[in-house]
């Protein structure tokens, strides 16, 4: 099986808590005291290392050059969409 094929059963506590599985802990790297960030994708409950989503992102964005703000690139967009509006 390849690590996304992986599965185990787990069972939510009364206080909604699950155990990651040792195994799953070591092949994942997870110490004790360890953040995950937890979302919902598609029917599905994700935990994912917050290393793993900055280095996603970072890959992500890599080719827009560092002079380009992304920030003031969609201010900009959003001024032109109230000029416009205002115009109409």
């Known amino acids: 099986m390849t690590e996304h094929q992986e599965q185990t059963e787990v069972r939510i506590s009364p ?11 070591r092949r994942l790297n997870l110490e004790p005291g360890a953040t995950l960030i937890a979302r919902i994708e598609d029917g599905r409950l994700v935990l994912e290392k917050r290393e793993n989503i900055l280095a996603r992102l970072r890959a992500r964005f890599a080719q827009i050059p560092k002079e380009v703000s992304l920030a003031d690139e969609l201010i900009a967009e959003r001024r032109e969409a109230a000029q416009r509006e205002t115009a109409e």
């Open 15 to 25: 206080q909604g808590r699950v155990v990651i599985p040792a195994e799953f802990r």
